[in-house]
C-alpha cells in the first residue's frame, strides 16, 4: 500500500536528495522510504519539518534517526522478503514500519512503555500488520521468537552485546552501531555456523543502548566530561 498525502513530493525529493544520491540503489529500500509516511511518526508540532536530513525528537529524550541512516541501515540487512527481523530501539516506531515492507514479521522492542504505546498506536492506525512491539530491555534481545535473520540496533551499545549475537540465524546479519558518545562506528556482523564476521564502517551518532549490556548514565556521561 502506498499512502498518498500532503508530504508526498517532499518524501520523493527526501528519497532522491538525501538517500539515492548518497548511493543507497537497492530499489526495495528505496520504495519502503518513498511508501512510509515519515511525518506520521514525529510529533504534530514537527511534522512540516519530518523530512528535513536530520534527526528528530520524539519526547523521553530521544530521536528518530535521520531518514538516511534509516535508509542505510535497512540496506545493510539486504531482506529478501521473507525474513524474520528484530529492532532494539522502537522509538517512534518508523525504522520498524520500513522494515515491515521488506521482510515477514518485525519484532521490536523499546524500553520506554509511554514511546512503545505510541508507536504501537501510529502502526495501527498506518494498517502495519507485521510488526511486534514489546517493552523491554532490548540489550538482551526478544528470545521468544529468535533466531533472526536480521537485528538492527537503533542506539549506541559499548560492545556488541552477546545476547544478540546467539539469536542471529545462520546467515543472518546484525547491525549496530558500537562506541561512546562522539565515536561511534555502524558495525555489520554475519553469522556464519559458530563463526561471525564482522565489518566497521563509518561515523554514526546515536543516543545510548541502556540495558544489561548497554550504557550506564554514568559511564555515558563520563566519555565526554
Ligand atoms: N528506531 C527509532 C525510530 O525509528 O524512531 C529510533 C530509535 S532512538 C534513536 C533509540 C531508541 O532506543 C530510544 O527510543 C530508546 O529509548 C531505545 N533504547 C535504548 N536502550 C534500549 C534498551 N536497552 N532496550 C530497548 N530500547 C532501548
Known sequence: MRWQDEYAAERARMVEEQIRARHIEDPLVLAAMLAVPRHRFVPPELRVRAYEDRPLPIGAGQTISQPYIV?????LLHLSGGEVVLEVGTGSGYQAAVLARLCSVVHTVEQYPELARRAQQILSELSVTNVRVHTGDGSLGWPAAAPYQG??????????????????????RLVIPVGA??????????????HFRMK?????SFVPLRGLYGWTDREWREEID
Open 181 to 194: 558518545r562522539g565515536d561511534q562506528k555502524l558495525q555489520v556482523w554475519r553469522r556464519i555456523g559458530d
Open 71 to 75: 535508509a542505510l541501515m535497512t540496506a
Open 200 to 204: 566497521s564502517l563509518g561515523l554514526v
Open 151 to 172: 537485528i538492527l540496533v537503533t542506539a549506541a551499545a559499548p560492545e556488541v552485546p552477546p545476547a544478540l549475537l546467539d539469536q542471529l540465524d545462520d546467515g543472518g
